[in-house]
């Protein structure tokens, strides 16, 4: 089980994405596993505004997007929204020198499920690696493989 952010998943679904990229090899991984993967609710929305950015600044087209949009659909992530990690957040984010409150969302879940967070903001790895559960797609797939 891990919990994904949207900087993953973008990764993964973006029309000009790298197939051979760790997140592909990741969720591939997962894939056959058979892994469940999760995030929280405000998921969907943070992709498919990143994807518009794309779209905005004419990085892919309004087809590419849409495709990629339903890509990320249907990717198999269970989404939550629970209080609790709400409340987590805040908490975190107070204490992190005022981070991202979306951010800390993820890494509330994290916390909660006593699973790892994997993602591509190396900000939120940096700020928060004495915690031990942020972690980058390719020390993912380095901690699968050990």
């Known amino acids: ?32 596993a058979g892994e469940v993967l999760h995030a929280p609710a405000m998921l969907p929305l943070e992709v498919m505004n990143a994807l518009l950015t794309g779209l905005r600044r004419g990085r892919w087209d309004g087809q590419a997007a849409d495709a990629a949009a339903g890509f990320a659909a249907s990717l198999p992530i269970s989404l939550h929204d629970e209080e609790r990690d709400q409340h987590r957040a805040w908490e975190l984010a107070r204490r992190y020198d005022n981070h991202p409150i979306y951010d800390m969302l993820y890494v509330a879940m994290a916390q909660r499920l006593r699973e790892p967070l994997i993602t591509l903001d190396d900000k939120l790895r940096r700020r928060l690696a004495h915690l031990g559960l942020v ?12």
């Open 1 to 32: 089980m891990a919990i994904v952010d949207a900087s993953v998943v973008v990764e993964l679904v973006a029309p000009d994405a790298d197939d051979a990229a760790p997140v592909h090899v990741l969720f591939d991984q997962w894939d056959q």
């Open 135 to 146: 972690f980058r797609p390719e020390e993912a797939l380095k901690h699968n493989t050990d």
